[in-house]
């Protein structure tokens, strides 16, 4: 039979089938197709979950390509107070302070800049990002759309020197041929970075050795937490290395291809609230019931399937 948490009234709870403790737990997930639904909202399922499974005492906080300001409004309503991972790992924030934690900056020389800002047409957007700040030299329609996407606004350029303090350059377009060549170009330029697509057309050129794998692995030196399990959930290919970095990775249904060989499962769609599905189905695993469903994302523990 299973173990009823009846965590309302009886919060000092913490153990999970009499096998792990929940506070010890660390679920981390990605934003974009994967908490956030096609409307770039949370949906009830998946708040009610994440306020479940922190009132149990464990650990949610986010792992996202988007930079501060693009994250504050969720940040606000989960009422976080962990730090987050951002920039696809270059950065570890805290929410409460707002002190960065752990930042990596992308050695970017004038020449590569240069060469970078000769190949750019009107149907390619570039954006800078450093010091909490993003900047584009040109404001063109895929700039306007992405500043709509994240609710941020970008600064113009107005020099053409390469700036200091990069955290990371990203370059959106329809046109994968230009997009790659810029991807070469900065690979035969031979300055340390990592490439990652976010997104399909959304190229992302970080600082050396930033994943966000490697930022989950100095968040738990961060926490201090002895022997946690971590969770980690996403979508696309900058999620990879995540994981591969957590104890058990969840891709979730409408996940890249690749991202779903390198998961241990495969969960829900995500506009179908796959991180109430992941929380629910890891309390049954665990021979817990809980009290409070969760709505109508609640699964029998068959909404992941796992990767043998």
Same mark, same amino acid.
């Given at each position: 039979?299973?173990k ?14 009499g096998e ?5 737990? @660390?679920?981390?997930?990605? $934003?974009?197709?994967?908490? %956030?639904?096609?409307? +770039?909202?949370?949906?009830q /399922?998946? &708040? ?7 009132e ?9 390509g ?9 940040i ?19 929410? @409460?302070?707002h002190?960065? $934690?752990?930042?990596?900056? %992308?050695?970017l020389? +004038?020449?590569?800049?240069? /060469?970078? &800002?000769?190949?750019?047409t ?16 040109n404001r063109?329609?895929l700039?306007v759309?992405h ?13 053409m020197?390469v700036m200091?303090? @990069?955290?990371k350059?990203? $370059?959106?377009?329809?046109d %994968? ?6 991807e ?5 330029h031979?300055?340390p ?12 050129i ?16 961060i926490?201090?937490?002895q ?16 994981m591969r970095?957590?104890?058990?990775g969840?891709?979730v249904a ?5 991202l779903?060989?390198a998961?241990?499962?495969?969960t829900?769609?995500?506009e ?6 992941i929380i ?9 019931t ?8 609640a ?8 990767n043998?």
């Amino acid at each position: 039979m299973a173990k009823a948490v009846h965590y309302l009234y009886n919060k000092e709870t913490r153990w999970i089938g009499g096998e792990r403790l929940v506070n010890q737990t @660390i679920l981390v997930s990605d $934003l974009d197709g994967t908490l %956030l639904n096609k409307d +770039q909202q949370i949906s009830q /399922q998946n &708040m009610a979950a994440i306020r479940i499974f922190r009132e149990l005492g464990g650990i949610f906080t986010l792992a996202t390509g988007r930079m501060e300001a693009a994250v504050a409004p969720f940040i606000k309503e989960l009422n976080l107070d962990v730090p987050v991972i951002l920039y696809n790992g270059a950065r570890i924030y805290n929410p @409460i302070t707002h002190e960065v $934690l752990y930042d990596r900056h %992308l050695p970017l020389t +004038q020449e590569l800049w240069q /060469q970078i &800002m000769n190949r750019l047409t009107a149907d390619i957007g570039l954006f800078v990002y450093r010091n909490g700040q993003v900047y584009t030299p040109n404001r063109n329609q895929l700039v306007v759309e992405h500043e709509e996407k994240d609710k941020v606004t970008c600064s113009l350029l107005t020099e053409m020197t390469v700036m200091d303090n @990069i955290t990371k350059l990203l $370059l959106i377009s329809s046109d %994968l041929n230009k997009l790659k060549a810029i991807e070469q170009l900065v690979q035969d330029h031979g300055v340390p970075h990592e490439i990652v697509y976010s997104e399909w057309n959304y190229l992302e050129i970080l600082p050396p050795d930033v994943s966000k794998g490697n930022a989950l692995q100095a968040l738990l030196q961060i926490l201090s937490i002895q022997n946690a399990y971590t969770m980690a959930v996403g979508d696309n290919l900058n999620d990879i290395s995540l994981m591969r970095s957590a104890d058990r990775g969840y891709a979730v249904a409408n996940a890249h291809p690749d991202l779903k060989k390198a998961a241990d499962d495969v969960t829900i769609h995500h506009e179908q609230h796959a991180i109430a599905a992941i929380i629910k189905d890891y309390f049954i695993e665990q021979g817990v019931t809980l009290d409070e469903p969760f709505g109508d994302s609640a699964s029998d523990g068959e909404n992941c399937r796992r990767n043998d």
